[in-house]
C-alpha cells in the first residue's frame, strides 16, 4: 500500500521561493506517475506537475510552466515541488499523488477531477502566498 506523507508548506510572500516534500512508501511497481495537486479554497483539485518515476519526464500546468520543478530522489523515496516566483493564486493546499496505473499527463489532467481513482493521495500541506 502506498502511502505519502508531505511537508514543506507556509506562508511566503510573492516572488518568494517553497519546497515541498512529499516522504512516499509502498512504492512497489516499476513505474508510478508522481504528481503535485492543489486546492484552492472553495475550488476544485488541480493537477499543478506530474512525473514518471521511470524514466523522470515531467509535466506541468500552464500556470507553473518555468516557476515550479518537479524532482524525485528515488534511492530514498522522496518527491520534491520547489516552487519559485510565487503568486498570490498559488495559494492552496498542496497534496503529494502517486499511481502505478496512469500517465504523467493523465494524471495531471484527470486525477483531480476523479480522486478517488488514484491509487494514493497524502493529506496535503498549506501554502499560502500574501503581503
Known amino acids: 500500500q502506498v502511502q505519502l506523507a508531505e511537508s514543506g508548506g507556509g506562508l511566503v510572500q510573492p516572488g518568494g521561493s517553497l519546497r515541498l516534500s512529499c516522504a512516499a512508501s509502498?512504492?512497489?511497481?516499476?513505474?508510478?506517475?508522481i504528481g503535485w495537486f492543489r486546492q484552492a479554497s472553495g475550488q476544485g483539485r488541480e493537477g499543478v506537475s506530474c512525473m514518471s518515476s521511470k524514466d523522470g519526464r515531467t509535466y506541468y500546468e500552464d500556470s507553473v510552466e518555468g516557476r515550479f520543478t518537479i524532482s524525485m530522489d528515488k534511492a530514498n523515496n522522496m518527491i520534491y515541488l520547489q516552487m519559485d516566483n510565487l503568486k498570490p493564486e498559488d495559494t492552496g493546499v498542496y497534496y503529494c499523488a502517486a499511481d502505478g496505473g496512469f500517465s504523467r499527463q493523465a494524471m495531471c489532467t484527470m486525477g483531480g477531477k476523479y480522486p478517488h481513482g488514484v491509487e494514493a493521495w497524502g493529506k496535503g500541506v498549506p501554502v499560502t502566498v500574501s503581503t
Open positions: 509502498g512504492l512497489t511497481k516499476d513505474d508510478y506517475a
